[in-house]
C-alpha cells in the first residue's frame, strides 16, 4: 500500500470515528474525482451533483467498512460508478413511465449537447459526438471506456474495480473502441 493510500485510509478511519474534519478534508480530496466520473456517465450536471452527494453519503455510511482489499481510490470509483449506472437505470425506468403516460409512440428522447469540463475547447464539437457515442455503449464497454480513456485510469484498476480480470479489461475496451467507430462513422454522414 502506499503512503498516500495509507492516508486515505486513515481519513477513512477518521470518518468512521466521526473526527472533526475529516469528512471534509476527504472530500476535498475526491469530490472533483467523483463528479467528474459520474459527469461521464449522465452527461448532465445536475445530475452529476446528485451522484457526487449521494456517493458521500455513502462513503460516509460505510467508512468503517473499508477493509482495505483495495486502494482507497478503487472503492470510491466502484462506488461512483455503481452509483451513476443505478441513477441512469432509475432515469430509464422514469422516463419509460412518462413516455408510457404521454401515448405519443413518436416522441424520440434526444441526447444533449453535452461538453466534459476535461475537453479542450478546439474539440468540442468532436467531443460531444464522443460522449453522444459513448452513451449508447453497452453498460460495461462504458464503464471501462470512461475509467481508461476519460479517467485515465491504469488497466488492472479498472479491472479491480470492475471486479473482472485484466483480459476481460481489455477485450471490453476493444469491442467500445470498434464499437464507437462504427457509431462516430454514423454520425459524420
Excluded: C
Aim: a positive charge.
Amino acid at each position: 500500500m502506499s503512503n498516500l493510500n495509507d492516508l486515505h485510509a486513515t481519513l477513512l478511519e477518521s470518518i468512521a470515528l466521526q473526527k472533526e474534519g475529516a469528512f471534509e478534508e476527504f472530500y476535498a480530496l475526491f469530490s472533483e474525482k467523483v463528479y467528474n466520473t459520474a459527469l461521464s456517465y449522465v452527461q448532465n450536471t445536475n445530475d452529476a451533483e446528485e451522484i457526487t452527494q449521494d456517493v458521500f453519503v455513502k462513503i460516509h455510511k460505510n467508512a468503517s467498512k473499508f477493509k482495505g482489499n483495495s486502494s482507497v481510490n478503487t472503492w470510491i470509483y466502484r462506488i461512483t460508478v455503481n452509483t451513476s449506472l443505478n441513477a441512469i437505470k432509475k432515469r430509464k425506468r422514469l422516463s419509460f413511465l412518462s413516455f408510457t403516460n404521454q401515448n405519443d409512440k413518436n416522441t424520440q428522447i434526444d441526447i444533449p449537447d453535452f461538453v466534459h469540463p476535461n475537453l479542450i475547447l478546439e474539440n468540442k464539437e468532436e467531443g460531444i459526438l464522443i460522449f453522444k457515442a459513448i452513451k449508447k455503449l453497452p453498460q460495461t464497454q462504458q464503464t471501462a471506456f470512461i475509467l481508461a480513456f476519460v479517467e485515465e485510469l491504469p488497466r488492472q484498476e479498472i479491472a479491480q474495480i470492475m471486479e473482472t480480470s485484466l483480459k476481460a479489461v481489455e477485450s471490453l475496451l476493444q469491442r467500445a473502441k470498434t464499437n464507437l467507430k462504427k457509431t462516430l462513422k454514423n454520425y459524420k454522414k
